[in-house]
């Protein structure tokens, strides 16, 4: 009869400390569920600089480069043939250097000796003149087949992966063909947010993202001005970006704005037999109502639940 009683009294005691809540309508975030796209900052293509055959490829999908780093050479045959051809007039106008010299020499000799005029020896030291600037611009020209070979390296513009290679080793390429696509920069997802939206968006705007089962958030960086195709399109930051498939798509709520509605915390909120009830006071004593319930809010204070139809304004709910 005493352990009765004893507990009798804690029940008493306990249903005594139950706190209660008046409901109140409360602005909640409304959220538009969008996919985005993993893509890098900055998508850069590593052209080959002259036309040839790709006789070196030293990346594939999904390699890691660094800036500076030799990725493919590109070969044309045809440069060896020209500066062979170079090499054949500068010997052939080495020669005549040196004959021009040689009479330079002796046409000296001669007008000391009062054999010639002065007028010939000018005519003879033009002549070496001449030779002598063909001479170099035949080695300058040399220079520009030699650097036009050297341009058949082609190397990765900045640090980031390799996300396409469109040619093989073998491949007959154009000048200004890409050989390899390289993605750096960071890594960000790209969200494409119907216009009617538009005005709803906020920079800095925080960002709920869904991916491979987990949940993180992300940071709404920069929202562009253009309209594409009926579509807003905003990037958004994540610290723990899975960047494993470039192109990914991942789904991503966005904040479009705010709404009036009933939320109870989740614990106030039981089960029965597939029914939500929720314990109102009135009257001096407690009654279960009915509820459906909408979606989840979690605000700082814990986790909440939307009520859309069985409370009402005003309504006092029994919190445990």
Do not use: C
């Not at 001669?110 to 063909?134: A, C, F, P, S």
Request: aromatic share 4%; net charge negative.
């Amino acid at each position: 009869m005493r352990t009765a009683l004893a507990l009798a009294s804690l029940l008493v005691s306990g249903s005594a400390f139950a706190g209660t809540l008046t409901l109140q309508p409360t602005e909640i975030t409304e959220w538009k569920a969008v996919y985005g796209r993993v893509e890098a900052r900055d998508t850069v293509p590593a052209r080959a600089r002259i036309g040839g055959i790709v006789v070196e490829l030293a990346v594939s999908e999904g390699d890691s480069v660094k800036s500076g780093q030799k990725i493919a050479v590109v070969r044309d045959d045809k440069i060896a043939f020209q500066i062979a051809a170079l090499d054949a007039q500068l010997r052939a106008l080495q020669a005549q250097y040196e004959t021009a010299q040689s009479e330079l020499e002796r046409g000296q000799a001669l007008v000391d000796k009062g054999v010639i005029t002065v007028q010939r020896l000018d005519q003879l030291r033009t002549q070496v003149d001449v030779v002598r600037n063909q001479i170099a611009a035949t080695e300058a020209q040399r220079e520009v087949v030699v650097q036009q070979g050297a341009e058949g390296e082609v190397y990765a513009a900045s640090d980031g992966r390799v996300l396409t290679v469109p040619v093989t080793r073998g491949a007959v390429i154009m000048a200004g063909e890409p050989v390899a696509t390289i993605g750096g920069g960071g890594f960000f997802l790209r969200l494409a947010i119907p216009e009617r939206h538009a005005t709803l968006l906020e920079q800095d705007a925080s960002i709920r993202i869904t991916a491979n089962g987990r949940e993180s958030s992300g940071r709404l960086a920069k929202i562009y001005p253009q309209i594409q195709n009926g579509r807003v399109i905003a990037d958004v930051e994540v610290d723990a970006l899975d960047t494993a498939f470039v192109d990914a798509r991942v789904l991503v709520e966005v904040p479009v704005g705010e709404r009036s509605a009933l939320i109870v915390p989740r614990t106030a909120v039981s089960t029965r037999s597939g029914i939500d009830f929720v314990s109102v006071e009135g009257h001096g004593d407690h009654a279960e109502r009915a509820v459906v319930l909408g979606e989840a809010v979690v605000r700082a204070d814990g986790a909440y639940v939307e009520i859309l139809t069985g409370l009402a304004p005003g309504d006092v709910v029994v919190v445990p």
